[in-house]
């Protein structure tokens, strides 16, 4: 049985530090024995299908490739369809009713739980808002993420200590969810 993913590189290609040219990725990952690669703008999503193997192995594996390749190490968050589509379904937001700009989800490459996030004054920062998902936190930033002093509080190391964390803008997130469902 072939299983979709995506798979969600941090930090790469911004500010000219971490170059992974797009069409270089998919060779890369079709040499790794992916199918029906596939990469959505250029800051760090690929969309693959792969007949064995697991989110965990395929992370481990495309991690290993990367910096092989490049020489320099990537955090990876890889994710199946049916998780993406979870993710849109459980979103706590009106997202039909808000910019892409306006909604993100970070994902974490681990469960986490409120106590993380205990040291946040969560009605300092309204009317920004988030909550937690599966493996995932969902930002409401009404004036977008670059301009979100909330966004500034999560991103702090002791808040993603332990774990790989990145967002997309809620445009990504739902074009993920529908390019790994075809």
Known sequence: MTTTYAALLRGINVGGAKKVPMAELRTLLTGLGLADVRTYLQSGQAVFAAGQGDARSWTARITEAIEQHFGFTVDVIVRDHAYLAAVVDACPFPAAELEGKQLHVTYFSAPVDEERFAGIDRSAFL?????????CLYLYAPDGLGRSKL??????????????????????????????GS
């Not at 808040?159 to 790994?180: C, D, I, P, Q, Y």
């Open 127 to 135: 009317p920004e808002e988030f909550r937690l998902g599966d493996r």
């Open 151 to 180: 966004a500034e509080q999560l991103a702090k190391p002791r808040v993603t200590k332990g774990l790989t964390a990145t967002s997309r803008n809620w445009n990504t997130v739902v074009k993920l969810m529908e390019m790994t």
